[in-house]
């Protein structure tokens, strides 16, 4: 069993710089006919699929987790979107409203001034909601409503998928984010979450951090941004999850072992 990597170069854009784009297609699909599929949107598309192009010589195999998920039956297949990152990732991934008081202001021109640019997410998610998807959509057997629209990323790509989420809940519906990189936004990101997020019921959230390298110092940002997720009546579990892995660094090797969870979280069957 098998899935199918399409793999558009340059991908254009009027919003940002072009990039690669990686479209994994799972066992099953034909290009035509009934079957449609969801799809999950992935941030640093090229550390997903092949080793060779990842960071370090490691990718996430999150092709070779649907497909050991898909044979033992526990989810549905999906379609994978890996959008590349560009030498402007941070900048794409700092979401750009979370700077709106004076204080955020200031923290904004420290990120301006150490980058050189400034954040640039609201463009990103314009060219992944107005260009990409459409493209995908039209192209591709997709299931194209929220419920079957998902965001992953980690690290920074954690942050934009939960970004995503809040400025797009009519789009996606879910966010995975793993090893969130919450020292980021340190302190800002607790009152933009309580204004924005959406309302529990047709959302889902997964979080993980890990205990080592970067990792080390998320604990408490995720207890804050948990505590927020259970005030606006997320149901842990159900809704929402977090977990914390012991001893797991910040890496793809790292994510490479857990990314079933959340797809299992979001694309999985459901009991007969």
Known sequence: MFGRLDHHPDFPSHYVTPRN?????????????????????????????????????????????????????????????????TAKRFQEYLPNKLFETSRETAMKIRIEAKYHDKPISDDYLRFVVEELKPFVDRNYQTMSGRSNTFMMGSSMGGLVSLYALCEYPQVFGGAGCLSTHWPAVDGILIGYLERTLPKPGAHKVYFDYGTETLDVSYEGYQRQVDDVMQATGYVKGREWITQKFEGAEHSERSWRERVHIPLIFFFGKEPA
């Open 21 to 85: 784009v990686d479209i994994w297609l799972p066992p099953g699909y034909r290009g035509a006919g009934a079957n449609r599929f969801p799809v999950l949107y992935m941030h640093d598309g090229q550390n997903l699929f092949d080793p060779k192009t990842s960071f370090m010589g490691v990718d996430w195999g999150v092709d070779e987790a649907m497909l050991r998920l898909i044979a033992e039956g526990q989810v549905r297949g999906a379609i994978i979107v890996g959008i590349w990152n």
